[in-house]
């Protein structure tokens, strides 16, 4: 396991922030989803850095995509991808494919996102999570 701290955490975060706009080149997201609990952290400091709001609540975003807003329109973001299993039941709720961001992919996930940092060699500890929860966190996954 490897522990982050906040520095890192940021530089992390500015350049996936780079690597969005980058890519968009000023056609930029008109709002940022959350995927769970923990992305909302990632999701609030990447809306700072690409100054796009954070939509926090599914059913806000599904009455959005029902009004029109395109599904172009709306990045999905999160810490780490392990699975990919949470992007795609909130595009299942969604009805419709987004672009996804994350700041590590799993090197053993098949889930492709649009954007990423890295691919980890050791399971990530973010600053705000404790290791003593996290290696609880890891052993209900595997059980």
Known sequence: MRKLDWNEYHGYIDQLANQ?????????YRHLFGADADSLIVAVHLSHRLNVPVVTDISLLVYLLNMGVSEHDTLLVSNVVHTGKTF?????????????AVLFKDS????????FVDI???????????KKSKNQKIINEII
């Open 88 to 100: 795609e039941d909130v595009m299942k709720q969604c009805n419709c494919d987004l672009d996804t």
């Open 108 to 115: 053993k996930c098949n889930f492709q996102p649009t954007y």
């Open 20 to 28: 969005i706009k980058e890519i968009v080149k000023g056609s930029m």
């Open 120 to 130: 980890p060699e050791k399971y990530i500890i973010f600053p705000w999570e404790d």
